[in-house]
């Protein structure tokens, strides 16, 4: 197992070893491909022979997916990537659509040059990560993207409240960076996006930051959650 080159060395401020972060990348790959499904029990032991790991590697990088809230260690039970209801999707969905907005409204218009750029750059590495074929590579851009827009802000505690509920809804809106359709209409959303700041056009910039999070959450409940109702808005 080798670490990718875009895997960077922190997932949030603290630093963590390469062989835990080379582990982390192999499981959320695992789980972009569909390998690891919800309710899957992550076994040291499967693990460590899976991603030729030793069991503290393996232990470190389940500790800091627990961290992050992709992985759940139910009562009585061990690690395993959890299963949203549809009550929790929605709800989760819900939040991160108030985050957004508010993020989106609190950018101050026109956006600094250096810092459009910054965020264009970003929106472009993605594109090329998408064309790329590395589903590590397009969910990590894909975060930066996410962070340097949202980020956009200013105001550092909802835009770290916009990265945490990133890694929360990871487990429901990974299987969006390996489907081919949902990846373009990411591709073309983030596109239109920096248009939008570009533009000064707020109202669009407030609507794609709401509905650019919908496709992903639907292929999962397609997957997952089909024949469950789904709870009103």
Known sequence: MQNSPHLPRTTRDVELPEQVLAVIAAIETDIIRGRILPRTRLIEDHLMEDYDAKRHVVRAALAELQRLGVVTKPRHRGAELPLFTAAELNDLYAMRAVLHQAAARAIV?????????????????????????????????????????????????????????????????????????????????????????????????????????????????????????????
Not at 126 to 138: K, M, N, P, Q, V
Request: with cysteine; proline share 5%; aromatic share 6%.
């Open 109 to 233: 218009l026109p956006v600094p040059r250096s810092r459009l750029a910054e965020v264009s750059a970003a929106m472009k590495a993605h594109a090329t990560a998408a064309r790329s074929g590395d589903l590590i590579r397009i969910h990590r851009e894909n975060m930066v993207f996410h962070r340097l827009i949202f980020g956009l802000c200013d105001n550092p505690y909802l835009a770290e409240s916009i990265r945490l509920h990133d890694w929360l809804s990871f487990p429901a809106r990974a299987y969006g960076a390996a489907d081919p359709g949902a990846l373009a209409q990411a591709c073309a959303e983030h596109e239109a996006m920096v248009k939008a700041l570009r533009d000064r056009d707020r109202e669009v910039l407030e609507h794609l930051a709401v509905t650019h999070m919908e496709r992903a959450r639907q292929l999962y409940v397609q997957k997952f959650l089909a024949g469950q109702q789904q709870p009103r808005r």
